[in-house]
């Protein structure tokens, strides 16, 4: 006979419901997996037969073969390890092969047959509920599953004793509860920047509409200090967003303790990451940064250090809002609406442009420093602020600065008059300008007379792509945003067409 339970398999995002059989047959005694298992899989063999035995069920004198079907679909992973030992145990009799029908099932199982936390619990608790069964998920990961919503069932056992015991009705399971991760007012804050108010003025534009920005300057003039204060001026996640954001780090096995957090995520690898690393892939297709980052920040410090295929591979994510990993077995999909933040100085010695400095190795230090980024990626960014020393009467005068959270105020109040024009527009998927389209940023942001004569003569003098005309249209109306204004005026497109013109300078000045 035969018995059955249900698991998944991840693609992406995407739970895929995974038929897990076991048959019990008169033969030589031993335990075969197959179904295109890999290494982690074909292990749980040895975890399952000693998590069984731990918890006082021997293994049958007979063989035993575990199929996992769809035969053609990679299994990846260790989170089988519970559908197996559930699935032998019901065929053994020690557990209800009925009630089982109606779940679900990953966990990974120690020797002792305690049950441990695995990557993913969030998707497939979405997956399983999208079939109408419940779930049963390792303890430390019920929290999250209880994300998925209040009508699934879950059982999220410590032990496979435990699990037992429920089914037998002598310690039943109660529901785990959703965990909201505390908050932590513990974000740097806008106020310690002495100086740089053009760049904090930067700053607060790139949160209200979500755009690119990028940080030119000398060394210790506060361009990494700015960039870890952006979380603190951002609003929270939407509860639709939080739902993203929460299965993809799932998947990656970065939800600790099942807890979800509504603070966007920020993101800043260091300049050594690989390609892998950066847009996702690699052992089991795994997002990458660019997705990690889906509804936040993703910082990329000293720029140009990044190697310049990682930096190119940003260039479809930036453009599309995902990422698409394609290998020999894999064809996967994961979202990256990204901001992307990145700080750099002009040149290897970082002082070109500074007032009575002249490189040592001339004009080339900066051109060759800054050919590393190429012109594609460059053209994607659409605040380019030049943040230069600061000055010492600055530093030394007590700051008076803004503190972040009156900052955050204005930034969450320019973010809720776009949220209502694109849901009245019926784009309840757009929520900041940056992500809008260009055919209907043309519509919104259409200037007064003034402005659009001075976009006229700014984009033929400085040979604007289309691209960066759309951008600068889409900065326009952010900076209307934040003044309240119903149309785009000449001071806004003034004032966007400086933040573009900015970067022009610095990189054109080698
Ligand atoms: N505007 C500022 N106000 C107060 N302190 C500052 C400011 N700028 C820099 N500092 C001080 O200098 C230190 C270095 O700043 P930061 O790391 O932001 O420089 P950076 O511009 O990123 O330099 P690099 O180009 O070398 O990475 C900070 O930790 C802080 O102590
Ligand atoms: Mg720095």
């Not at 990961?141 to 410590?158: Q, S």
């Not at 998947?251 to 690393?277: Q, T, V, W, Y």
């Not at 005309?469 to 889409?474: D, E």
């Given at each position: 006979m035969v018995s059955r339970v249900n698991t998944v398999a991840f693609q992406g995002v995407e739970a895929?419901?995974?038929?897990?059989?076991?048959?019990?047959?008169?033969?030589?005694?031993?335990?075969?997996?197959?179904?295109?298992?890999?290494?982690?899989?074909?292990?749980?063999?040895?975890?399952?037969?000693?998590?069984?035995?731990?918890?006082?069920?021997?293994?049958?004198?007979?063989?035993?073969?575990?199929?996992?079907?769809?035969?053609?679909?990679?299994?990846?992973?260790?989170?089988?390890?519970?559908?197996?030992?559930?699935?032998?145990?019901?065929?053994?009799?020690?557990?209800?092969g009925d009630a089982l029908q109606s779940y679900v099932v990953l966990g990974e199982l120690s020797l002792d047959g305690t049950i441990s936390a695995v990557a993913g619990v969030l998707p497939a608790a979405i997956g399983a509920n999208r079939q109408d069964k419940g779930l049963i998920c390792p303890h430390a990961?019920?929290?999250?599953?209880?994300?998925?919503?209040?009508?699934?069932?879950?059982?999220?056992?410590?032990s496979l004793i435990a699990l037992a015991n429920h089914f037998r009705g002598t310690q039943v399971l109660s529901r785990p509860e959703p965990v909201m991760r505390q908050r932590a007012d513990d974000l740097p804050d806008l106020a310690d920047i002495k100086g740089q108010e053009t760049a904090k003025r930067a700053l607060e534009v790139a949160a209200a509409g979500n755009h690119n920005l990028l940080l030119i300057g000398p060394p210790g003039s506060g361009k990494s200090m700015l960039a870890q204060r952006l979380p603190s001026i951002l609003p929270p996640l939407s509860?639709?967003?939080?739902?993203?954001?929460?299965?993809?780090?799932?998947?990656?096995?970065?939800?600790?303790?099942?807890?979800?957090?509504?603070?966007?995520?920020?993101?800043?690898?260091?300049?050594?990451?690989?390609?892998?690393?950066?847009v996702g892939g690699g052992f089991?297709?795994?997002?990458?940064?660019?997705?990690?980052?889906?509804?936040?920040?993703?910082?990329?410090?000293?720029?140009?250090?990044?190697?310049?295929?990682?930096?190119?591979?940003?260039?479809?994510?930036l453009e599309t809002g995902d990422c698409m990993i394609a290998r020999a077995n894999h064809r996967v999909?994961?979202?990256?609406?990204?901001?992307?933040?990145?700080?750099?100085?002009?040149?290897?010695?970082?002082?070109?442009?500074?007032?009575?400095?002249?490189?040592?190795?001339?004009?080339?230090?900066?051109?060759?420093?800054?050919?590393?980024?190429?012109?594609?990626?460059?053209?994607?960014?659409?605040l380019r602020i030049d943040v230069p020393a600061v000055s010492a009467s600055d530093l030394i005068r007590p700051s008076q600065a803004e503190r972040s959270h009156v900052v955050a105020e204005r930034v969450a109040r320019a973010r809720a008059i776009q949220k209502r024009r694109y849901e009245t527009l019926g784009l309840p998927n757009v929520s900041t300008n940056a992500h809008c389209s260009a055919a209907l940023i043309e519509q919104i942001a259409a200037p007064d007379a003034g402005g659009a004569a001075l976009l006229k003569d700014a984009s033929e003098q400085m040979k604007f792509s289309a691209r960066a005309?759309?951008?600068?249209?889409?900065v326009a109306r952010t900076l209307a945003d934040l003044d309240g204004a119903e149309k785009v005026g000449?001071?806004?497109?003034?004032?966007?067409?400086?933040?573009?013109?900015?970067?022009?300078?610095?990189?054109s000045t080698a």
């Open positions: 895929v419901i995974i038929d897990v059989q076991v048959m019990i047959a008169p033969g030589k005694m031993g335990m075969s997996i197959v179904g295109l298992p890999d290494k982690a899989v074909a292990e749980s063999r040895e975890r399952v037969q000693a998590a069984l035995h731990a918890s006082g069920l021997s293994m049958p004198p007979k063989k035993v073969t575990v199929n996992l079907a769809p035969a053609d679909l990679p299994k990846e992973g260790s989170h089988y390890d519970l559908p197996i030992a559930v699935c032998l145990m019901a065929a053994l009799g020690a557990l209800p990961c019920g929290p999250e599953a209880a994300w998925a919503g209040a009508e699934i069932d879950i059982l999220a056992p410590r509860p639709r967003e939080l739902l993203d954001v929460s299965m993809i780090a799932s998947i990656a096995g970065e939800l600790a303790g099942g807890k979800l957090s509504d603070r966007r995520p920020f993101r800043a690898p260091h300049h050594s990451a690989s390609m892998a690393a950066m089991r297709a795994r997002p990458g940064e660019v997705s990690l980052a889906h509804n936040g920040v993703l910082f990329l410090d000293e720029f140009p250090e990044f190697t310049p295929q990682v930096l190119d591979s940003l260039r479809q994510p999909s994961y979202p990256a609406q990204i901001q992307l933040v990145a700080a750099m100085n002009p040149c290897r010695c970082g002082m070109a442009g500074e007032p009575g400095h002249r490189c040592a190795r001339g004009p080339r230090c900066q051109s060759d420093y800054q050919a590393r980024i190429s012109g594609p990626l460059l053209d994607r960014i659409d005309y759309h951008r600068i249209l889409k000449r001071l806004h497109l003034a004032e966007a067409i400086s933040y573009r013109m900015s970067g022009e300078r610095t990189m």
